[in-house]
T-cell receptor
């Protein structure tokens, strides 16, 4: 079993829909990252969380440390949000190395 | 914000030749640089971790003589794929860690095709 599990693996939505991507992890962490990988391959760091909730534009990320769970929400989704969203954790025991989830492929149709 | 410039974005080379990929942190000092490889539809696979001025730490199964990593300054790290073979064809991407304020900043990636 992977230490970082994401769901769903694939998600198709209509423009305007509210989207949730989930991430569960089974190890102790010092931080959790949400990353966005565009079709060309480039990766953008969206959020770094260690507790609570963060918001940036239409994106909201939450984390529950006790439940070892994080969610990424996208409000009013748009076709340009189509990308792979990756959850990555910084384990307490692995220095500065990230451990990645398998990613969620999001497609938003117009 | 923090930017990591990665070059080239794509390269095609002949079997047996070497290819150098550069990652530069443009507005911060990257104390640690991570090099990843990614196959289609798969997650990032860490190849090695480099710290400025010291030898890189390679992950198990990654040949250090084949994938040469140099981190000579706080703003530049390079990955050289030596004697490239078609099975080395992949997407390579770097990520710089420059302290808590910057988190992790990724390069734009290099798509390597060995023919």
């Amino acid at each position: 079993k992977n230490e970082v599990e994401q769901s769903p693996q694939n998600l198709t939505a209509q423009e305007g829909e509210f989207i949730t991507i989930n991430c569960s992890y089974s190890v102790g962490i010092s931080a959790l990252h949400w990353l966005q990988q565009h079709p060309g391959g480039g990766i953008v760091s969206l959020f770094m969380l260690s507790s609570g909730k963060k918001k940036h534009g239409r994106l909201i990320a939450t984390i529950n440390i006790q439940e070892k769970h994080s969610s990424l929400h996208i409000t009013a989704s748009h076709p340009r949000d189509s990308a792979v969203y990756i959850c990555a954790v910084l384990k307490e025991t692995s220095g500065s190395r990230l451990t990645f989830g398998e990613g969620t492929q999001l497609t938003v149709n117009p | 914000g923090a930017v990591v410039s990665q070059h080239p974005s794509w390269v095609i080379c002949k079997s047996g030749t070497s290819v150098k990929i550069e990652c530069r942190s443009l507005d911060f000092q990257a104390t640690t640089m991570f090099w990843y490889r990614q196959f289609p539809k798969q997650s990032l696979m860490l190849m090695a971790t480099s710290n400025e001025g010291s030898k890189a730490t390679y992950e198990q199964g990654v040949e250090k003589d084949k994938f040469l990593i140099n981190h000579a300054s706080l703003t530049l790290s390079t990955l050289t794929v030596t004697s490239a073979h078609p099975e080395d064809s992949s997407f390579y991407i770097c990520s710089a860690a420059g302290g808590l304020n910057y988190g992790y900043t990724f390069g734009s990636g290099t798509r390597l095709t060995v023919v």
